[in-house]
């Protein structure tokens, strides 16, 4: 069955990067001329995907204004002639058919998860998490887990190496090498200690899930922090089911940590033709200043 539908949660308080999150959503900030989320829904649109429910929290209004019509803005565009941007804003509100649901109380990735179970309706999906932004150019993320789930029909994880003293804030699993950046997946472990990760391959925000994981999750205790755990219904899931891993190609930036939210928004303006020289300019005279 092909993947028409995908899934993001988008109910986190952004705490890290108050107090700019006090009243904007951390997936509207934006990276160069763009709120993250946006780029989400745009791989989402490269892969095929055709319906995307974002979930949302109290405070995410600003997100559904985002992706619906603006008739007051495109009407003073129009006015104006400046047509270059009414097309810019337009295309906004007709990428694709965004949902919203609520996710009332914040009990984990899991459990985000489980609220678009009458979304999915027993079919298979992508995720993607908002605060991984993945570059990559000659085919997306997400595509490249599509094209594994299309071979085995089962669910399949982004993974990429993982720095030893940051493996306690990932999912590692442990990793049956099937070819080329594609492993099968033997056991995954939740922030594991170093001396105790099973691998240095640590999943990020990319995954395509069949529907018996939905099941799952709603008979899934709740596990650290008092959350349901996705990597607790995996694991469930791994019993029952093979799952795989794919190593992407691509560059990924934490854009919910400052320093990530950095990078990408200098990494993504350099990609920028009509302003890159000039930036490089910028950095090499700010760079001999100091």
């Not at 699993?173 to 997946?185: E, S």
């Not at 400052?258 to 009509?274: D, F, I, N, P, S």
Request: proline fraction near 5%.
């Amino acid at each position: 069955m092909k993947i028409k539908k995908a899934v993001v949660p988008a109910a986190g308080l952004g705490t890290r990067f108050l107090p700019a999150t006090k009243a904007q959503p951390k997936e509207m900030l934006p990276i160069f001329d763009k709120p993250a989320i946006q780029y989400i829904v745009e791989e989402a649109i490269s892969a095929g995907i055709e319906d995307i429910l974002i979930v949302t929290g109290r405070g995410k209004q600003t997100i559904e204004n985002h992706f619906d019509k603006s008739f007051e803005l495109e009407h003073y565009l129009r006015e104006k002639r400046q047509y270059q941007l009414l097309k810019s804003i337009e295309e906004i509100g007709s990428l694709i058919n965004v949902h919203y649901v609520r996710q009332k109380e914040p009990l984990g990735l899991g459990h985000a998860i489980l609220c678009a179970k009458s979304f999915v309706n027993n079919e298979p999906f992508a995720v993607f998490l908002a605060d991984d932004l993945i570059y990559a150019p000659r085919k997306s993320a997400i595509a490249q887990l599509i094209d594994v789930y299309n071979s085995y029909k089962t669910s399949v994880l982004a993974v990429e190496t993982v720095p030893k003293e940051k493996m306690s804030s990932y999912g590692i699993i442990n990793p049956i090498l099937i070819k080329d950046r594609l492993y099968q997946v033997k056991d995954i472990v939740e922030k594991p200690k170093q001396e105790n990760a099973p691998s240095d391959l640590g999943v990020v925000g990319r995954y395509i899930l069949v529907p018996e994981i939905m099941d799952i999750l709603e008979k899934t205790p709740r596990g650290v922090n008092g959350e349901i755990q996705l990597t607790d219904a995996l694991k469930i899931f791994l019993k029952r089911h093979k799952f795989y891993a794919v190593k992407f190609e691509g560059k990924r930036y934490d854009v919910g940590t400052k320093l990530g939210y950095v990078e990408a928004t200098v990494e993504y303006a350099l990609r920028q033709k009509e302003i890159s020289a000039k930036l490089i300019e910028y950095f090499k005279k700010l760079v001999e200043g100091l």
